[in-house]
């Protein structure tokens, strides 16, 4: 497709936190990571489009009229930057303003007018150095990409590993440079190069798998997944490390055999097999509510040690810190404390699906509407619990919500469910408990 079609695209209504004439429409991720280094070395390729929400003429809005544009960065080193128009690499110059978490990619050599008069989709290749941080008590936020170890249940040593990546709400700039807000859009393929004998998964299927042997790092691969529909950032994510697989099948619209895994450490899938059970009992019902099919050819669920916010719906790649949703390691005398906990890993579960569509599917343009993305899929989920298992789970949730409430509106901290003006500074403001505990009751 020549680039000057891509100008009468439809527009996509978008108000950034900053104008760029161009906008990435795709981003080739590749990464060559591992948890026990300190950083990751990465390379994107972006695919630019016009932002068609500023005018043809950049005079009126004090743009530029050579090739700029400006990209959320946070913890990254942007080593090499290069613009590809027509066959011809242009080199860009790369400017870091660390309080506004952006980089600026720039050449005085390239009009703007040459970018519009391309032939191919203009490019942007960007080498760049990022962290794997550490991440050893549940304290510790997890954010980024960040690795932990665990115990060998055969060994007793510590020497396993898990690696896994958070970008909700805005850390997505930790793991590449690009467009971190909700609001806008664009479809992703990541390839990892991994250590050999880890497991790795990302919100879409394996597409590949190339061997890499090397004297130096011993052998590894690559792993190249399918291109992504349109995503935010802030859903997109991957984990690998050492870990055992569950897996099973369910019947979707167009698929009969619509595969189901769920990730957890080594010598824990056990524990997992009722959390399979109810992704797999429920998924197809929450297809069916919402009439749409699934957008994207599988789900996984990945069990980690360690996560800050304690349950992420990142698109199709479902992250929960293990004790939410496996079953406990010991055989329980009382009946109930095992029947709370199953309600609490099928709410949990439940509610994540949900955001597979309104939330992943279907996002919101801005954090100032997290109440409603959160409140509706907790109501939607408990809808459809009570619909298929337990007739008293509004009873339930009525009775112990209510008293969060009263009890937390009796405290001068307590946060409004509404967040105006939210920036990447208070954003995390929107996903307060309390505020959370009030959302069910407002919907």
Known sequence: ????????????????????????????????????????????TIDLILNKNLPDSPDSEGLTTTFTIVLHTLKLISLKSVLFLDGTAFKLKSKLDTKAQTTEYSSDKI?????????????????????????????QPTTGIFQTHYTNPKTGRSDLHIL????????????????????????????????DNYKCVSNMPVLTVEPQLSEKNGDRKTIIFEESPKMSVAVFSFALGDLDILETETKMIDNEHFPLRIFTQVGESSRAQYALDIVQKYLPVVENRFGVK?????????????????????????????????LPGWNSDDPKEL?????????????????????????????IHTWLNESFATFMATCLIQDMDDNNTWIDMINSELVKVQDAQRRKNIKPIFVSHVDTSNINNTFAREAYDKRHLAS
């Open 294 to 326: 699934y957008p994207i050819p599988k789900l996984d669920v990945v069990a980690l040690p360690f996560l800050f916010d304690g349950a992420v719906e990142d698109w199709s790649l479902i992250q929960v810190i293990s004790q939410q949703i496996l």
């Open 164 to 195: 896994g990546s958070h970008c909700q709400p805005h850390f997505g700039r930790e793991i590449f440079p690009c467009i971190d807000e909700s609001n806008w859009k664009a479809n992703i393929q990541l390839s990892l190069t991994i250590d």
């Open 339 to 367: 029947e709370l906990i199953k309600k609490n890993i099928r709410l949990v579960l439940v509610h994540e699906m949900i955001h597979m569509y309104m939330g992943d599917y279907v996002t919101y343009d801005s954090y």
């Open 111 to 139: 009009k703007f007018d040459d970018v519009l008069c391309a032939t191919d989709i203009p490019k942007m290749k960007i080498n760049f150095l990022g962290v794997v941080h550490e991440v050893l008590t549940f304290d």
């Open 1 to 44: 497709m020549a680039f000057s079609s891509i100008r009468n695209s439809t527009k996509q209504e978008t108000l950034l936190s900053f104008k760029n004439r161009l906008l990435p429409s795709k981003y080739s991720i590749n990464l060559d990571v591992s948890p026990l280094k300190k950083n990751y070395t990465g390379e994107i």
